[in-house]
Nanobody, 126 residues
């Protein structure tokens, strides 16, 4: 079982930056693929970024590639999402997710992820 808690959301002006964090419980953090997703009002939950267990492989949605950076600190059981050049269309609730299978390949498929956090709101004003 993995429990996930996001933090770092807030209100920022367009062009600004935010860093989200996802703290995970459990001893298996360093063995599992992690991801970030987001959901805007009235829209489906969509993939943002994913990272392999060791942090060497990352995968991004086209809409955030070049602006967002996913990373992890396994010694701290924490994953991060550094968001820069934020746009109003980045406004959403951001969720972190974890795959229960060890050493899986990171992907944008929601069905790959078994555990989800409660979400943190990111609002970008124009």
């Amino acid at each position: 079982q993995v429990q996930l808690v996001e933090s770092g959301g807030g209100l920022v002006q367009a062009g600004g930056s935010l860093r989200l964090a996802c703290a995970a419980s459990g001893r298996t953090f360093s063995s599992i693929t992690m991801g970030w997703f987001r959901q805007a009002p009235g829209k489906e939950r969509e993939f943002v970024a994913a990272i392999s267990s060791g942090g060497r492989t990352t995968h991004y949605a086209d809409s955030v590639s070049g602006r967002f950076t996913i990373s992890r600190a396994n010694a701290k059981n924490t994953m991060y999402l550094q968001m820069s050049s934020l746009k109003p269309e980045d406004t959403a609730v951001y969720y972190c997710a974890a795959d229960a299978n060890y050493y899986s390949r990171p992907s944008g498929d929601k069905d790959q992820y078994d555990y989800w956090g409660q979400g943190t709101q990111v609002t970008v004003s124009s």
